[in-house]
């Protein structure tokens, strides 16, 4: 029961890990945040627009919006998509915790 247990959760961490940093562009992209720019009309243009008129007319360097434009232009870093899968991984593991315990 232990192995089953065991293998099952290291498919889970597996599977999150992997899924989460092949969909991390697409959901970036399904918001807005786009190779060619901000998509009008989009989650992505309301966020900026929202953090222009805070900051007195100007997206600040180094914001939220300002980091997800640019993993949605040149795709995410080496340690972006470190912190993806460990993200990822940790919603796995906490699936195969939480289907234990059922």
Not at 39 to 56: C, E, Q
């Amino acid at each position: 029961m232990l192995l089953l247990f065991l293998t099952v959760t290291f498919i889970a961490v597996a599977a999150g890990a992997g899924g989460a940093v092949v969909l991390a562009p697409v959901a970036l992209g399904a918001v807005g945040f786009t190779a060619a720019g901000i998509a009008a009309n989009s989650l992505a243009a309301g966020m900026m627009a929202s953090a222009a008129s805070a900051s007195g007319g100007g997206v600040l360097a180094g914001s939220i919006v300002a980091v997800l434009q640019s993993a949605g232009a040149a795709g995410l870093a080496g340690s972006t998509t470190a912190v993806v899968a460990g993200v990822g991984g940790t919603v796995g593991w906490l699936t195969a915790a939480a289907a234990a315990l059922i």
